[in-house]
Antibody, heavy 116, light 105 residues
Framework: QVNLLQSGAALVKPGASVKLSCKAS????????IHWVKQSHGKSLEWIGY????????NYNEKFKSKATLTVDKSTNTAYMELSRLTSEDSATYYC?????????WGQGTLVTVSS | DTVLTQSPALAVSPGERVTISCRAS??????MHWYQQKPGQQPKLLIY???NLESGVPARFSGSGSGTDFTLTIDPVEADDTATYFC????????FGSGTKLEIK
């Protein structure tokens, strides 16, 4: 069965960076894009971008181009998202999800809290 | 960006039929998908490609529409359907609607 297992909650200081992980299992990792989605508390969902695990090609929402960096490690079937120069606006739950067009499989989410 | 507009909230009684609408700012053909999200959980795919029922989702859920106007229908509604429902388009870079919070009275 398809599973996306995300890293645990993170408490980070303003101005710092954080790297989230999403380990895929139950399918061929390189066959499907991995997308990342942000959900601020009680609010809607924002698409951050996707990565093609086979080629490493990425496509970002313009809003997150200078905020997020997507990478993969094919040897461990793991996708990563690094968020940089964190502010309180980045406090949210971040999900990885399997594409390419609709999202049938989601990770459990990683809560990122930015606080000094 | 393609903006998706949803009504913010609905309240219905068990056994009734409810329709949740989503309007796109431009045509997305049938590239519209629907999700259910309960508090503390990740979104769950209900409908893909505007009208295709995801495997394992009860047949009480259905979707329709094309172009700019789409509808998710739940008939009959059950108490467990209390949740927020999001639409998402994939015709352009993905965007989500703001969500419709469904309350079962």
């Amino acid at each position: 069965q398809v599973n996306l297992l995300q890293s645990g909650a993170a408490l980070v200081k303003p101005g710092a960076s954080v790297k989230l992980s999403c380990k895929a299992s139950g399918y061929t990792f390189t066959d499907y894009y991995i997308h990342w989605v942000k959900q601020s508390h009680g609010k809607s969902l924002e698409w951050i971008g996707y990565i093609n695990p086979n080629s490493g090609y990425t496509n970002y929402n313009e809003k997150f181009k200078s905020k997020a960096t997507l990478t993969v490690d094919k040897s461990t079937n793991t996708a990563y998202m690094e968020l940089s120069r964190l502010t309180s606006e980045d406090s949210a739950t971040y999900y990885c999800t399997r594409g390419p067009y609709w999202f049938a499989y989601w990770g459990q989410g990683t809560l990122v809290t930015v606080s000094s | 960006d393609t903006v998706l507009t949803q009504s913010p909230a609905l309240a219905v009684s068990p056994g009734e039929r409810v329709t949740i609408s989503c309007r796109a700012s431009e045509s997305v053909s049938t590239g519209m998908h629907w999700y259910q999200q309960k508090p503390g959980q990740q979104p769950k795919l209900l409908i893909y490609g505007a009208s295709n029922l995801e495997s394992g989702v009860p047949a009480r859920f259905s979707g329709s529409g094309s172009g700019t106007d789409f509808t998710l229908t739940i008939d009959p509604v059950e108490a467990d359907d209390t949740a927020t429902y999001f639409c998402q388009q994939s015709w352009n870079d993905p965007t989500f609607g703001s969500g419709t919070k469904l309350e079962i009275k």
